[in-house]
Every structure is written in structure tokens, then in C-alpha cells.
């Protein structure tokens, strides 16, 4: 099957965007990796040397501050992150558990209330909950309030009144509900307002925790909203000094990020000495000199094709989510190119008239490529339909135009190539893949500054709108990934590109003759 011939150049232009990292890069990367990046405390140059024993304490302290890293960063960068009041569902063996032990719960409460005199023990510790979450709503400063609630709700007093049956239950449940009500969102009057029409005590005080659990949901969101502002100004030098505790209690957290910039540095060396052989006067070129920071932009384009099955390096864990979720978006993209592609170079004269077919291609594929990275999808059956549809719009435009439709060895021969875009090595899929790399490489070499996008590779067109929102967010996540953990990478490179760099003041000085 013929391709474009714009497929050419791809050998030629599969390094071009990295044109930007001249060779001036390469040697002032190198003075800057050689120079003595723990000369700042706050360097994660300076810390100690590895331990060979971790405690549990350690690996606890670790883990925490992992959390509290990955909560942080989820907070800044994503606006859309809150916390969701989950449930177990009715059905599940936890969701049935729950249920059996709440309602014999109540069911006792029920009953020690209705005894005669009423058992109010059970119900006082309930009250006391009740103040300790409704103090816990209130904003320093507060006081009135608080010693409103701390006096209505005194559970010792309540006890000196149930040893004299003088408890008003009925009376601290409505106190409790107008507290909440002056404390809740907006989005909770309905749910108080229902409060206040439930007559039953014990299932009025089961809904009034219903409600406080909704409320404390509700605190959380807000606390995160108030925060996000201030995580976003400050999340750089945050997480950083977190990593860096991370690293100070688990010396091997960057494990996996060094083999990841490893394998990156291999990549570059072998494609530089594939184009040296091919070259004449090979065996007489001096040593490569690679920057450091096509290193790191090779080694972020690997993450588009990650399996993310595998465990991801240490300083990308808080994006794993998004790059896959980046790649598998990608993916799907990449089979849409390859459709168009195919039939536009089989069909391309009987439909180069037809005004903005290949979005109607689109159109056509993206509802029966949706979960496509699911385990259970089968993608050459997804491809099957796509090419049989794919057809019947064809048919329909020539027939619509006067035109003699496809005859059935084209029809037959356009569904074959679309099904063969899922096998391995196949040409369009693999040029189509290549294309995508090199935006995306691009991409990367722009300045973080810089708003406007590369232009976009032949053959891409038709995701243009997708590959630029995918490449905006791909190069956001990139580079902050490299404002807050340079300098971890820097002293990985250092190490792996130049071993015998000078380390130190000392070391640097040009030695008298």
C-alpha cells in the first residue's frame, strides 16, 4: 500500500527537535554537573551516605511522607480533586456486615430508651461523639460557640440528669440539629431540614451521624480548596524537602529512577553510534558528548509508552495516574491517524471532494475504539467494525455523488489494512507512531515559556485538537517534574554521564605546574 510521501523524511527529521540542545548545551551541561551541586544545604546532593540497615520506623516514616507527597501534588495540579463520601455497596459481604452490626446497634438503643426508667448510657456517649465532631467543625476564635456546645452538651451534667430521668433527650437532639445547621454548607439544608421532621429519637440520632458524616466530607473539600492556592505557590520546594526525607530514610527511593535515566543515556548511545557507522569516518570520531537534557527528555518520552505494570520511577509516582492515562489516550489517537491514513491513500480520489470526510472517519472510529485499553477489549474486532462502517460511508458518499461504489476486492483490501494496523511492525502503524514521538519530542524541546505548539507532523491532522490538548498537559506534568526534582536528577547524571568529574571545591581547582 502506498504511503505519503512525506513519510520520507521521517529518518531525516527524527532528530530535528532536538536541533534546540546544541552543542553548547552539552558542554555548559557539563560544567554544571560538574560543579559541586551540595554546596546549598538544601541540596539533595548533600545527603548523607546510603545506609546499609532500614528499620521499620525508617520505612514508616518513609511511607508517610510519600503520602503526604502524592495527597499534596494531587491537591495542586488537580482542580478537580475532593473528597467523595464512599460506601460499601448493599450487596457486598462488608457493605451486608455493616448493616447487620448497625442494626443491632440501634436496635439496642432503641431498646434501653424505651425501658422504664429509660438506660440513657448508651445515648450520652453518643451525645458526647456528637460535641466532639461539632467542635471540631469550629474555626479558631469561635469561642462563643464552642462553650455554647460545651455547656449544652456537658455529658457529666446529662448523667447527673438521667440518675433523675430529667434527661431532654428530644430537647439536645433539636439543639444538636440548629448547631448543624449554622455550621453545614448550603448543599446540607435539605438533609437538616429532614432532620428536623423526624420524630423517632433513635432514628432521628442514627441520621443526625449521617449527616455529620456528609458534613465532615464537606469540611474536608473545603479545607482542600483553602489550601490549594497555597500548595500551588509552594509545591516545588514541598515536595523536594519531602523526597528528600523519603531519601534520607530510604536511600534506595531513587533506584529505579537511576535505571530509568540509564537506560535512557543506552538509548541515545546506541542511536548516536548507528548513525556514526553509517557515516564515513567513523572509527575516527571522537567520543560522544550527550546533554543531559536530551537524556531526560528521551527518558520522559518512554513514559508514553510505559507498561505500566511495571512499577514506575520513584519521582514520577505522584503523575502515574495521568501519564497513563496520557498514554492510553494516545494509543487510541494513534489508531484513528492510522484509519485515516489507510483509507485516504486507498479511496483518497473517490473522497477527496467529499468536505471534512476524515473527521467523519473519526467520528466514525473513536464510539468503537471506547475502552480500548481495557483487558476484556478486542481491538481486531473493534477494527473489523471500523472497516465495514468505514466502507458503507464510502459507498454512501460515492453513490450520493453519482460515483460507482467499491468494488469488493477494494473493500476487501481497505478492511484488510485497517485490521492489520494491530500487528506488530505494521508500516502505517509504525509511521504513524514515529510521528507521534517526534510532536511530542518537540514538544519538549520548546521552552518551558513558550506557549505556542511545533507544527504538527503530516498524517496527524485529523487528532490535531486532541494531540495538542494531550501535548499541553504531557508537557505541563514534564516540566514540573523537572523543576522539583533537578536536582536529584542532576547528581544521577553527573554520576552516569561523567564518572570522572571532579567532585568538590577542592577538586576543581587547576592544578599548579
Known amino acids: ?137 469550629l474555626t479558631p476564635g469561635a469561642n462563643r460557640i464552642h462553650n455554647q456546645i460545651c455547656e449544652v452538651l456537658d455529658t457529666d451534667l446529662i448523667r447527673q440528669q438521667a440518675e433523675h430521668n430529667a434527661v431532654d433527650i428530644h430537647g439536645l437532639a433539636n439543639y444538636i440539629i440548629n448547631t448543624m445547621g449554622k455550621l453545614c454548607a448550603p448543599v446540607r439544608d435539605n438533609d437538616i431540614k429532614q432532620l428536623k421532621a ?26 482542600i480548596q483553602n489550601l490549594r492556592p497555597y500548595l500551588q505557590r509552594n509545591l516545588v520546594d514541598y515536595e523536594r524537602t519531602k523526597f528528600q526525607e523519603i531519601l534520607e530514610e530510604t536511600p534506595s527511593a531513587l533506584d529505579l529512577t537511576t535505571e530509568w535515566i540509564k537506560e535512557s543515556i543506552e538509548d541515545e548511545l546506541s542511536s548516536i553510534s548507528d548513525e556514526s557507522s553509517s557515516s564515513p569516518g567513523a572509527d575516527s570520531s571522537p567520543k560522544p558528548i550527550i546533554s543531559p537534557t536530551l537524556v531526560l527528555n528521551n527518558g520522559y518520552l518512554k513514559l508514553l509508552q510505559w507498561d505500566y505494570r511495571k512499577t514506575i520511577p520513584e519521582t514520577l509516582i505522584t503523575d ?12 487510541q489517537l494513534k489508531i484513528i491517524a492510522c484509519v485515516c491514513l489507510i483509507t485516504n491513500n486507498m479511496v483518497g480520489a473517490a ?119 494531550i501535548g499541553s498537559q504531557y508537557a505541563s506534568i514534564v516540566n514540573f517534574n523537572k523543576q522539583v526534582y533537578g536536582p536529584f536528577y542532576a547528581n544521577i547524571l553527573r554520576k552516569l554521564l561523567f564518572p570522572e568529574a571532579p567532585m568538590g571545591k577542592a577538586e576543581t581547582e587547576t592544578p599548579t605546574t
Open 198 to 223: 423526624t420524630d423517632n429519637i433513635v432514628e432521628l440520632l442514627r441520621q443526625i451521624f449521617r449527616v455529620l458524616d456528609l458534613m465532615k466530607v464537606d469540611m474536608a473539600n473545603y479545607t
Open 320 to 331: 502515574e495516574v495521568r501519564l497513563q492515562e496520557l498514554r492510553e489516550k494516545l494509543n
Open 1 to 137: 500500500m502506498p504511503l505519503n510521501d512525506d513519510q520520507n523524511s521521517d529518518s531525516d527529521s527524527s532528530r530535528l527537535s532536538e536541533s534546540t540542545a546544541s552543542s553548547s548545551d552539552s558542554e555548559y551541561s557539563r560544567q554544571s554537573f560538574n560543579s559541586d551541586s551540595s554546596s546549598k544545604p538544601s541540596s539533595p546532593a548533600s545527603a548523607s551516605p546510603p545506609k546499609t540497615v532500614i528499620t521499620f520506623d525508617e520505612l514508616m516514616a518513609a511511607a508517610r511522607n510519600l503520602t503526604d507527597l502524592t495527597l499534596a501534588h494531587e491537591i495542586a495540579v488537580n482542580a478537580n480533586f475532593c473528597i467523595k463520601h464512599e460506601d460499601f455497596p448493599q450487596n457486598s459481604f462488608a457493605g451486608t456486615v455493616k448493616q447487620i452490626v448497625h442494626k443491632a446497634f440501634w436496635d439496642h438503643l432503641e431498646s434501653e430508651l424505651n425501658e422504664d426508667p429509660p438506660e440513657y448510657e448508651h445515648a450520652i456517649k453518643l451525645f458526647e461523639e456528637i460535641k466532639e465532631i461539632l467542635l471540631s467543625f
Open 351 to 469: 473522497i477527496v471532494d467529499v468536505p471534512d470526510f476524515a473527521h467523519q472517519l473519526k467520528r466514525i472510529s473513536v464510539p468503537l475504539l471506547e475502552g480500548m485499553n481495557k483487558k476484556t477489549f478486542d481491538l481486531k474486532e473493534a477494527l473489523n467494525a471500523i472497516g465495514v462502517q468505514i466502507c458503507s460511508k464510502v459507498n454512501r458518499s460515492l453513490t450520493e455523488r453519482g460515483l460507482p461504489t467499491l468494488n469488493e476486492e477494494m473493500q476487501s483490501n481497505l478492511m484488510g489494512q485497517i485490521a492489520h494496523i494491530v500487528e506488530e511492525n505494521n508500516p502505517v502503524s509504525s509511521l504513524i507512531d514515529k510521528r507521534i514521538q517526534f510532536f511530542m519530542r518537540s514538544l519538549l524541546a520548546l521552552p518551558s515559556f513558550q506557549k505556542c505548539m511545533p507544527t504538527m507532523p503530516g498524517g496527524l491532522s485529523v487528532i490535531q485538537t486532541e494531540m495538542e490538548f
